[in-house]
């Protein structure tokens, strides 16, 4: 599977068909229900069509101070009234941190599905899991 540039779908011509799938500005929900933030957006593949990761603010106040989280889309476990992830909130306090200058290098992402124990979208035989299909 060739690499392709992920990008915000905010900051894309891209749309969610269906404005009642959108998930953007849903709780996210640990695995053991609390809250760890909001869906603030999601990082697609515009060449397949899917979503990669959910990005997930937290802390911050009307919007400043936020920190910014990418969990892969493969974490997510349902999506009802809001978004549940397989992961505990002490594995997401230790995530890599997010940074603006290093999101498009392929290290980074290496990095954050290795952090979570997930292939990566670019090894050979995965499969999209059921919710990378959002838009």
């Known amino acids: 599977m060739a690499e392709s540039t992920l990008i915000k779908l905010?900051?894309?011509?891209?749309?969610i068909e269906n404005g009642s799938a959108d998930i953007r500005g849903l709780k996210v929900k640990d695995a053991g229900g609390e809250d760890i933030g909001t869906v603030d957006d999601?990082?697609?593949?515009?060449?397949?069509?899917e979503v990669r990761f959910i990005v997930v603010a937290s802390g911050g106040f009307l919007g400043i101070g936020q920190d910014e989280t990418y969990?892969?889309?493969e974490a997510v476990t349902d999506i009802s009234d809001d978004v549940s992830v397989d992961l505990s909130r002490e594995k997401l306090e230790g995530a890599p941190g997010y940074?603006?200058?290093?999101?498009?290098?392929?290290?980074?992402?290496?990095?954050?599905?290795g952090y979570y124990g997930?292939?990566?979208?670019?090894?050979?035989?995965?499969?999209?899991?059921?919710?990378?299909?959002?838009?």
Request: hydrophobic letters at 30%.
């Open 71 to 73: 969990i892969p889309v």
């Open 99 to 113: 940074d603006p200058e290093l999101a498009p290098d392929r290290g980074y992402y290496d990095r954050v599905y």
């Open 42 to 49: 999601l990082l697609i593949d515009p060449d397949a069509d």
């Open 118 to 135: 997930y292939s990566p979208y670019w090894a050979p035989g995965y499969a999209a899991p059921p919710y990378a299909a959002f838009y």
């Open 10 to 15: 905010s900051e894309s011509d891209e749309r």
